[in-house]
């Protein structure tokens, strides 16, 4: 059965940083696009980044210039560098990726920005 497990997640001061990493598990022979969401309380989810196997990226216009998303096709990982958060980045964010052509979704982790 494959897996998403996401890592990473904490409580920090505005702008700190945090990096969130997600690996697949399983029984995996392909993995295209992979992403990140967030879910903040009372709000739409939304996404927050993506990346596709040949590394092009989008982001939210929130996160420009601030997250960095990245993977490790080897590692079947992907990674959200997160620095100048604020306390607007607060939510769940959820790991996903479009895993044998069906797109799957990690449990989330909670990252919490305040002082």
């Known amino acids: 059965q494959v897996q998403l497990a996401e890592s990473g997640g904490g409580l920090v001061q505005p702008g700190g940083s945090l990096r969130l990493s997600c690996v697949a598990s399983?029984?995996?022979?392909?993995?295209?696009?992979m992403g990140w969401y967030r879910q903040a309380p009372k709000s739409q989810q939304e996404l927050v980044a993506a990346?596709?196997?040949?590394?092009?990226?989008n982001y939210a216009d929130s996160v420009k210039g601030r997250f960095t998303i990245s993977r490790d096709n080897a590692k079947n990982t992907v990674y959200l560098q997160m620095n100048s958060l604020k306390p607007e980045d607060t939510a769940v964010y959820y790991c996903?990726?479009?895993?044998?052509?069906?797109?799957?979704w990690g449990q989330g982790t909670q990252v919490t920005v305040s002082s």
């Open positions: 399983g029984m995996i022979f392909s993995i295209n696009t």
């Open positions: 990346i596709t196997s040949g590394g092009s990226t």
């Open positions: 996903n990726a479009d895993i044998n052509t069906k797109v799957r």
